[in-house]
């Protein structure tokens, strides 16, 4: 009878102590992701009007517990026929993004965000923003700082798309 009760105890310990390893895995960590990106396009947009880039990149991610991963994604910037900006020109971008997210996987980075920025070119230039994902998905925050080759001037709010391939 005491091998009986030993055995089963023993049992139910390996069982209690798998699973609380396992709930202790799949713990959610921040993620911190650099996004590199290719994009073009344009527009004319005066809260009405059409003004959207759009275009490739990749996505490298590294979790507080060490876990890493990379993507190529597609990125589109703005394209609603209305907007709370002001834009004019076509350019393209080379951008670096850098990301914060509190969902814990590339997944998580995956979405809409909104964001404020501004670009200006006339022949090479600069752009700058930053963008916040819908916190139903998790939160998530964007910093942007790209190069510029074109020739015009955008600034407002925009959406941010980061999709996979």
Wanted: aromatic letters at 8%; hydrophobic letters at 45%; charged letters at 10%.
């Amino acid at each position: 009878m005491k091998k009986i009760i030993a055995s089963t105890l023993a049992s139910f310990a390996l069982l209690t102590g798998s699973s609380l390893a396992h709930a202790y895995n799949e713990t959610v960590f921040p993620t911190k992701c650099t996004l590199a990106f290719t994009a073009q396009g344009g527009g004319l947009q005066i809260v009405v009007g059409y003004f959207k880039l759009e275009g490739i990149g990749d996505i490298h991610c590294v979790s507080l517990n060490g876990d890493v991963e990379s993507r190529a994604v597609r990125v589109t910037i703005g394209g609603h026929p209305i907007a709370a900006r002001v834009g004019i020109g076509l350019f393209r971008v080379y951008g670096l993004t850098e990301s914060f997210g509190l969902d814990g996987s590339i997944d998580g980075i995956y979405g809409n965000y909104t964001q404020l920025g501004t670009m200006a070119s006339a022949g090479l230039g600069v752009a700058g923003a930053i963008a916040i994902e819908n916190p139903l998905n998790g939160l998530n925050m964007n910093l942007n700082l790209s190069g510029v080759i074109g020739l015009g001037a955008e600034h407002g709010l925009s959406t941010f798309t980061i999709e996979p391939l």
